[in-house]
């Protein structure tokens, strides 16, 4: 991470030579946590940005392209999902994604850093609206009731809980920072026994397909030991590096399609909830790879 | 465009409070033209940079992905295209994939600057090798005969050609430049009258969809007062404004179905041609567009 002038600039020795730069109105925020460095300030042009260790992690413009995909492409490929859970996720936005459907009884979020949630809450509030309320362990949102929020190691929360979700999202930040073990074979394993027999993961893959293939490869065939299913999908973010995320979505059936919506959006959505990025025909889009991308991940 | 320290930033009004960076590890060509300023510099990671009017236009490591995407999208939608017209393109890329194709006779490049295919002859070899030997008018490229250099006005080019090519290719610089008039209704008449009864355009639309979507309504929408099928695509490249670049796929006959392969990649591909990006999955894919792009365009 560099802030020259009124300009930052996303660089970082695991994408060496670009760097995506998003001008600066103002700081709001500059500090250390016990887990990582937070960073929040006013863009001219893409509203507020939040930033963990260097690296964009949602801005008010785009952010939806992202929370959007994860969120939607797991919840529509399970028929009924009624508990969710969000590991990560501290700014919201995919719990805000979940609860638009109307299965969804309850939703967990767990998140290891509180001061994320308190920043979101305070520069992202459509992101977090949902999360209002959280302070007391357990304690229902002010704004929905089906959301709980738990301050703690996703690791330790999910060896605590089995069979029990039909969805979890791993909305982690990279595996260079505080969830470096959210990208290993031992999560995985927790992350399966923590869903019920259809459930369903999507998780962010870190790396896209302009970077480190071989990483994106390997972290495919992991996740493989442990799930029958597992499709690798991308959105376009433009504030990600090089503009693309991956995302691996994983089913613990075998028989689980992945790869095409299994349901109506409008028959499942709940009340006016509506989509800005996702919709039936982008979720089977988004499967979809380049050439070069076909030698590394079979879809 | 700004250079600070050993970093080249593509900055613009076009896109403010954006701009993406490229290391530079050398420079390699900076000079102005009767037409535009033009930069050629060795980047760190992303092989050797061609930038006009402080704009990327190529890159060595992820070129493929805009230049098989324009070409391909085009020329599988045409059941037969024997003769091809590329306006622009002076970095040979849209030539080479053109010549991928064995139902290929004749491909004609219009490039009004001549200092873009010299340096590009000079510093993009893999996307040049078939300008080689242009400098006469006409003359054959010494690498493959069926290809045609030409530098001249694409203006006054198509005005002296009508009812000859089954596929056109606008491969121009963004409208600010010497490529203005590029994107307006004179221009895509005379493509129309240039092309052959079941001929298709593609053109790249210079506007993504995270930027000025009202300007990509209305360059959809004069395309259409001109031909009867007009569809929007779009193709992820890293170094490209946002990550992303729109591709407007125009056809003259009714009929034409630009959103699917009409043939076979096997049937058509000559000798051992291969691609790094395109695919028949891909084709059908790149024209489905996220929720909100759907408000301003119809596909």
């Not at 760097?19 to 990582?36: C, D, N, P, S, V």
């Not at 929040?40 to 964009?56: K, P, R």
């Not at 019920?196 to 397909?209: D, F, K």
Request: proline fraction near 3%.
């Amino acid at each position: 991470m560099a802030i020259r002038g009124d300009w930052f600039y996303e660089e970082s020795e695991s994408w060496p030579g670009q760097a995506f730069g998003i001008r600066i109105k103002k700081i709001l925020y500059e500090g250390k946590t016990m887990f990582q460095e937070v960073l929040v300030f006013e863009s001219t042009d893409y509203g507020n940005v939040l930033v963990l260790d260097g690296v964009v992690q949602a801005t008010e413009r785009d952010e939806f392209a992202y929370q959007e995909m994860i969120t939607h492409l797991a919840m529509m490929s399970h028929q009924n999902p009624q508990k969710v859970l969000v590991v990560g996720g501290g700014d919201g936005g995919c719990v805000r994604e979940v609860l638009k459907h109307k299965s969804v009884q309850r939703v967990d979020l767990v998140e290891i850093d509180r001061t994320v949630i308190d920043l979101s809450l305070k520069y992202l509030p459509e992101m977090s609206k949902y999360l209002n309320g959280y302070e007391s362990e357990n304690q229902e949102s002010k704004n929905d009731p089906r959301v709980h929020v738990h301050i703690c190691d996703g690791f330790k929360y999910l060896a605590e809980h089995t069979d029990q979700y039909d969805i979890i999202i791993s909305d982690t930040s990279d595996p260079d920072g505080p969830a470096e073990q959210l990208f290993g074979k031992n999560y995985f394993q927790l992350l399966n026994q923590a869903l019920t027999s259809q459930g369903v993961i999507a998780m962010q893959a870190s790396e896209n397909i302009w970077l480190r293939l071989d990483i994106l490869k390997s972290l495919q065939e992991t996740c493989s030991e442990v799930f029958p299913v597992v499709n690798y999908a991308s959105t376009c973010v433009p504030t990600y590096t090089s503009g693309q995320l991956g995302l691996l979505l994983c089913a613990k059936d075998k028989n689980t399609n992945l790869k095409q919506p299994q349901k109506s959006w409008e028959d499942v959505k709940l009340n006016n909830a509506s989509n800005k990025y996702y919709n039936e025909k982008i979720h089977a889009s988004s499967f979809v790879l380049p050439t070069f991308v076909k030698r590394f991940i079979s879809n």
